[in-house]
């Protein structure tokens, strides 16, 4: 058994963003006809919050699988060193995750592009539940859009790197290991 490297490392975690953003695309969309009505503003919380959990938790299974990994292979190799290197993949994640929201920043702030707001909604999964919940009329139009949305968004992406950090440390650490819960 071998270690991975670096950019196999990052390109899982990079796949699993990819797979999560994904989701949470089709998790929005196939939600759209509960969207209308009396109880949308609650059915558009509950979406951003398990789009929310949907996200972070991919993160944090690639992370935490590669801690448990990384705990056997050190269980095996008594001389060899931890390497943990999840913050740096968690920033890179964050940064490839938040570059959509950059566009659409400075695309929002110089000349607002409907056709791109399309494209954006269906790319960042997990931010298109925040736009039906921050835009008016089910987020059809980016003219209504406030322009400082897009730094939520990228802050909404800079909890990649905890999420990253969090479940090495748990898979390294062997917290979720079921045999060793005991019941009282």
Not at 61 to 90: C, M, P
Not at 113 to 127: T, V
Request: glycine letters at 4%; one cysteine or more.
């Amino acid at each position: 058994m071998q270690r991975k490297s670096y950019f196999k490392t990052l390109l899982s975690g990079v796949l699993y963003l990819l797979f999560a953003s994904a989701l949470c695309t089709v998790m929005t969309v196939a939600s759209a006809p509960f969207l209308g009505g009396y109880f949308a503003p609650t059915m558009k919380i509950i979406l951003v919050v398990f789009t929310a959990i949907i996200y972070f938790s991919l993160i944090f299974t690639v992370a935490w699988k590669d801690g448990q990994q990384q705990r056997k292979y050190l269980i095996r190799h008594k001389d060899e060193q931890e390497r943990n290197y999840w913050l740096s993949i968690g920033v890179i994640m964050a940064l490839i995750a938040s570059l959509p929201s950059l566009i659409l920043l400075f695309s929002r702030i110089a000349q607002p592009s409907e056709s791109y707001f399309m494209i954006f909604k269906l790319i960042c999964g997990p931010i298109y539940s925040w736009i039906l919940l921050l835009v008016p009329e089910n987020g059809s139009s980016i003219i209504l859009l406030s322009p400082i949305a897009p730094l939520y968004f990228i802050v909404y992406y800079m909890f990649i790197p905890v999420f990253a950090k969090i479940g090495f440390y748990v898979g390294f650490n062997d917290k979720l290991n079921q045999d060793k819960i005991m019941y009282k």
